[in-house]
């Protein structure tokens, strides 16, 4: 049975810094693309960035590039979304996928397969 779980959220001001973690169990990311999305209250929930694990192909939501990375973990079943310069509106609860995208396709929440349960990130003025 495969299960992704996000850890890391939390309450932090603008400006800080945060680091989640998705970790899978069940599966390694070796053979997938793990996405991440989030979705603010009110809002639909939105692309973040993504990462295919074989080549390192990043995509990046325009709305956090420059302040997101992605980052591998010390194992293969662990992924990082590193946030920096964190503003209020990246106030959402924040997903990790797992999935077999075409490039095109990374953005795409229909194109990941296995979803975590999400974290809470909440961003103070």
């Not at 692309?47 to 420059?66: E, L, M, Q």
């Not at 590193?82 to 509106?89: H, V």
Request: charged fraction near 15%.
């Amino acid at each position: 049975q495969v299960q992704l779980v996000e850890s890391g959220g939390g309450l932090v001001q603008a400006g800080d810094s945060l680091r989640l973690s998705c970790t899978a169990s069940g599966l390694t990311f070796g053979g997938y693309t793990v996405g991440w999305f989030r979705q603010a209250p009110g809002k639909e929930r939105e692309f973040v960035a993504a990462f295919r694990w074989f080549g390192g192909t990043t995509v990046i939501a325009d709305s956090v590039k420059g302040r997101f990375t992605i980052s591998k973990g010390n194992a293969q079943n662990i992924l990082h979304l590193q946030m920096s310069t964190l503003k209020p509106e990246d106030t959402a609860v924040y997903y990790c996928a797992a999935g077999k995208p075409i490039l095109s396709s990374m953005r795409r929440e229909s194109a990941y397969n296995y979803w975590g349960q999400g974290t809470q990130v909440t961003v103070s003025s």
